[in-house]
Structures are given as C-alpha cells and as structure tokens.
C-alpha cells in the first residue's frame, strides 16, 4: 500500500496569511494526488485534483503543486472560511490512501 | 448534477451488523466507481473499498477484506456497504463518494460528489 505523510498535523494562522501543507507519497504517484478539504458534519470538498488542476468553484487562492513524491497545498491568503482539516489521498493505485489530515485553526 | 443521497443513522449492538445504502439521485453512478470512506471520531478519513457498479467488481482495503461487503444495484443507482462483526471502533460516519475523472487529459480519480455521511454508532 502507498503510504501517505502529511505535515504538519496542525497549524494556527492569521487571516490574510500564507498556509502551505505539504504531503508525501511512499513511492511515486506521478501527478495522482488530490487535496480535499473536510469541515466538521460535512461532507469532504475537493480542492485540487491531478495534483494541480483546481476544481470547478473553488477559489484561486487554492493552488497545488508536486509530482512524484512530493507535494504541496497553499492557500496564499487564509479567508475565514477556509479554517478546516485538509486532506491529501493517492489516486494512483488501490488501495486508495489518505494523509493523516493537517487542522488549519486560526490564531 | 448527481447527488449521492444516504440512509440514516444506525445504532447497533457489537457483533451485529449494519447495511448503508446510497442511491445516486438525479443521475446515475455511470461508468465510474464508488468509494466508502469513513471517518471515526477524532480521527482522519480512511477508505474502505469501492465498486464499479457497471461491472460489479469490488476492491477493499486489507484491514476490511471479509468482514465488509460492498454492492451495487445498476436498476436503481444504489450502492451499499455492509459491515459485519461490529465493535465500538467501527463507530463511526460512513460516506459514500463517486470516483469521478476526467477521462485521458487528468491523470487519476478523485471523490465527487460525496453522500451527507450516515453515523453509525456501536454500543451495548
């Protein structure tokens, strides 16, 4: 199974700030990476799709990068409502595999 | 646009069982798959198999393989998820999710749309 490392586990940020989570695959998925943001009694969202395509709908301010092993999530200027779990999950191989999720609180 | 609209929350005894059905509203699953991912309290989200209702072939992630059955009705684009042998540590919301992708240009699948989450809760 591929194993997914995401850090840091948590952060705390200002609004207006620059949040960047990075995310890392135990062998290489190419550009098979997806971000998902996750609020308490919802539903997840995806964000970013073949690890830098941004979904239809969200904002531009959510960018992704990274190929191979090695990926990163930035949100260049955190909106409160962007306060959540985000989640990076491998679409390269069964079984498909989440990062542990990385808590963005506000500071 | 599809929804993926979910049954209700459960409460069972350990050692029983509990069937989630998911019903493709306003649209069908299509060729694509459909993922159950869970999510215990304080916990991150973790998959647990997937289906390709068009052909019935089921994948699971080794820590559910026989002790969960996943399923799919093409007549009614309904999905569901069994899980047997329950414990305190199966409670949990359930989700069920499209694997949606965007054919040879973007590589991969990715979870959209998602059901509501049905809770299942394991007590005695």
């Known amino acids: 199974d591929i194993q997914m490392t995401q850090s840091p586990s948590s952060l705390s940020a200002f609004v207006g700030d620059r949040v960047t989570i990075t995310c890392r695959s135990s062998?290489?998925?190419?550009?098979?990476l997806v971000w998902y943001q996750h609020k308490q009694g919802k539903a997840p969202k995806v964000l970013i799709y073949?690890?830098?395509s941004l979904q239809s709908g969200v904002p531009s301010r959510f960018s992704g990068s990274g190929s191979g092993t090695d990926f990163t999530l930035t949100i260049s200027s955190l909106q409160p409502e962007d306060f959540a779990t985000y989640y990076c999950q491998q679409s390269h191989s069964i079984p498909w595999t989440f990062g542990q999720g990385t808590k963005v609180e506000i500071k | 646009q599809v929804q993926l609209v979910q049954s209700g929350a459960e409460v069972r005894k350990p050692g029983s069982s509990v069937k989630v059905s998911c019903k493709a509203s306003?649209?069908?699953?299509?060729?694509?798959?459909v993922s159950w991912v869970r999510q215990a309290p304080g916990q991150g989200l973790e998959w647990m198999g997937r289906?390709?209702?068009?052909?019935?072939?089921?994948n699971y992630a080794q820590k559910f393989q026989g002790r969960v059955t996943i399923a799919a009705d093409k007549s009614t684009s309904t999905a569901y998820m069994e899980v047997r042998g329950l414990t305190s540590e199966d409670t949990a919301v359930y989700y069920c999710?499209?694997?949606?992708?965007?054919?040879?240009?973007?590589?991969?699948?990715?979870?959209?749309?998602w059901g509501q989450g049905s809770l299942v809760t394991v007590s005695s």
């Open positions: 999710a499209r694997e949606f992708n965007a054919g040879v240009t973007i590589p991969g699948s990715w979870f959209d749309p």
């Open positions: 306003g649209g069908t699953f299509s060729n694509y798959g």
């Open positions: 062998q290489s998925i190419s550009s098979y």
């Open positions: 073949g690890a830098s």
């Open positions: 289906i390709i209702p068009i052909i019935g072939i089921a």
